[in-house]
């Protein structure tokens, strides 16, 4: 299958503790995206990288957010110091422009973070 | 800047009949709209999109959306409504430059047997 994936599915931690995200775009897209989604909500725009530049960062990112994107493929989202406000699933999406579909995200499963 | 208002976070229908979900956006060009789907537990899927040209979308498991300028609607509608069309449905709008999607609140479509 050539979706997007995210590791891990699921990560409970206590508060205070770091946490790490990967997601692995659909390997031809260059551009990767980065949302917050909490319960009952829409999900939030965070970051988003074309190829290995971070081009723009949501004002939700805070100090102890970061994302990479080292190669060009697969992406990372730290979280350091985790509060129960980081309590939600954490989505990523690929794309690459077409003439025809224009910039179309495909989302990942997401992954979603419990902070006790 | 762009936004979307999904008009209702729930709608209830009995299987069979009409759904209609509504969504209003605001922009400042001419935009592009989307409506994704998420199924509980599952990755956010793309339903239809509308990028100026018909303005009657045609989308995956008999789903449409019309866009009408001039009520800056662009509603999302189904003939008949099938048990496993219960679901979460996202209203999405894409910036001009197509870096960045925003993202109704949602609304949630219960289909009762």
Not at chain 1, 3 to 31: A, M
Not at chain 2, 4 to 23: A, F, I, M, Y
Not at chain 2, 101 to 112: A, D, N, S, Y
Request: hydrophobic share 30%; glycine share 8%; with cysteine.
């Amino acid at each position: 299958d050539t979706g997007v994936s995210q590791n891990p599915r699921h990560k409970i931690t206590k508060r205070g503790q770091n946490v790490t995200f990967r997601c692995d775009p659909i390997s031809e897209h260059n551009r990767l995206y980065w949302y917050r989604q909490t319960l009952g909500q829409g999900p939030e725009f965070l970051t988003y990288f074309q190829n290995e530049a971070q081009l723009e960062k949501s004002r939700l990112l805070s100090d102890r957010f970061s994302a990479e994107r080292p190669k060009g493929s697969f992406s990372t989202l730290e979280i350091q110091r985790t509060e129960q406000g980081d309590s939600a699933m954490y989505l990523c999406a690929s794309t690459s422009y077409t003439g025809t579909t224009g910039y179309e995200q495909y989302f990942g499963p997401g992954t979603r973070l419990t902070v006790t | 800047a762009q936004s979307v208002t999904q008009l209702d976070s729930h709608v209830s229908v009995s299987e069979g009949t009409p759904v209609l979900l509504r969504c209003n956006y605001s922009s400042s060009y001419s935009p592009s709209l989307f409506w994704y789907v998420q199924h509980p537990n599952k990755g956010l899927q793309l339903l239809l999109k509308y990028t100026s040209a018909a303005t009657l979308v045609k989308g995956i498991n008999g789903f449409e959306a019309e866009f009408k300028k001039s009520e800056t609607s662009f509603h999302l509608t189904k003939p008949s409504a099938h048990m496993s069309d219960a679901a979460e449905y996202f209203c999405v709008v894409i910036s001009n430059a197509g870096n960045m999607l925003t993202f109704g609140g949602g609304t949630r479509l219960m289909v009762k047997p």
